[in-house]
C-alpha cells in the first residue's frame, strides 16, 4: 500500500523549454503531496506544498513561477518547470500523505524520483 | 545552523558487524521524526515513524529508537543488501510548513 508513481523517470531538454513531471498516488487519495529537489550528494530539500484544489505553497527562495504545481485532483500532481536552464538539473521528488495509511497521517510516501538534465 | 544532523557521513561494516546511526536534531517543538533508505537513483523508502520521547520501533534487523534531542537507527547483523543511504528527517510543530526537514543521511556499505 501507499504507492506513489513519477512519470517520467528521466527528462533531457534543451535550455529555454519547459518539461512537466508528473506525481499520482496509486492506491489512495492524498491529502496533500510535496515536491522535493536533491543535487548530487545532497540531502532533499523541499519546495513546495500542495492541497488539491488550492495554490501550492512555495519554501523561501523558490520561484513560484518558474516552478509551477497544479494539484487537480486527489491522485495527481503535476510540476512544470519552466524556460529551463542548466542550474535547474537536479532529481524532482514528490510525496504523498494521507489520514489512515499504516505509517501515520503525518507520514510521506515518496516516488520514485524524475531526473532532469537540461542541456 | 542545521536542524537535522547526520552521522556518521559514511560507515562501512563487515556482513554481521551491528552498528548505530546517529540523527540529533534542533526544532522547538517535535511533531513526528522519520526514517527512510534511499538507494541510488531511487526515492526514499518509508522505514519508522517516531512521535516522543522513549518510543521505540523494529522491522526485521532494522529498530529505531527517540530521545528529546537524538534518535538511533540500530542495525543488527547487518546483510549486503542493507547498504543504502539512511536519511532522517523532522517535521515541525506550529507554523504553515508541513514538509520535512531532512538531513544529508549516512551512506552505510555492508561488505560480506
Known amino acids: 500500500g501507499a504507492v506513489v508513481s513519477q512519470h517520467p523517470s528521466w527528462v533531457i531538454c534543451k535550455s529555454g523549454t519547459s518539461v512537466k513531471i508528473e506525481c499520482r498516488s496509486l492506491d489512495f487519495q492524498a491529502t496533500t503531496m510535496f515536491w522535493y529537489r536533491q543535487f548530487p550528494k545532497q540531502s532533499l530539500m523541499l519546495m513546495a506544498t500542495?492541497?488539491?484544489?488550492?495554490?501550492?505553497?512555495?519554501e523561501q527562495g523558490v520561484e513560484k513561477d518558474k516552478f509551477l504545481i497544479n494539484h487537480a485532483s486527489l491522485t495527481l500532481s503535476t510540476l512544470t518547470v519552466t524556460s529551463a536552464h542548466p542550474e535547474d538539473s537536479s532529481f524532482y521528488i514528490c510525496?504523498?500523505?494521507?489520514?489512515?495509511?499504516?505509517?501515520?497521517?503525518?507520514?510521506?510516501?515518496f516516488g520514485p524520483g524524475t531526473r532532469l538534465t537540461v542541456l | 545552523e542545521d536542524q537535522v544532523t547526520q552521522s556518521p557521513e559514511a560507515l562501512r561494516l563487515q556482513e554481521g558487524e551491528s552498528s548505530s546511526l546517529n540523527c540529533s536534531y534542533t526544532v522547538s517543538g517535535l511533531r513526528g521524526l522519520f526514517w527512510y533508505r534511499q538507494d541510488p537513483g531511487k526515492g526514499p523508502e518509508f522505514l519508522f515513524t517516531l512521535y516522543s520521547a522513549g518510543e521505540e520501533k523494529e522491522k526485521e534487523r532494522l529498530k529505531a529508537t527517540l530521545t528529546k534531542k537524538e534518535s538511533f537507527l540500530h542495525i543488527t547483523a547487518p546483510k549486503p543488501e542493507d547498504s543504502a543511504t539512511y536519511l532522517c528527517a523532522v517535521h515541525e510543530t506550529g507554523g504553515g510548513a508541513d514538509g520535512l526537514t531532512f538531513g544529508k543521511g549516512t551512506h552505510l556499505i555492508i561488505q560480506p
Open positions: 500542495s492541497n488539491e484544489g488550492s495554490k501550492a505553497t512555495y
Open positions: 510525496s504523498a500523505k494521507a489520514p489512515g495509511l499504516a505509517g501515520g497521517s503525518d507520514t510521506q510516501y
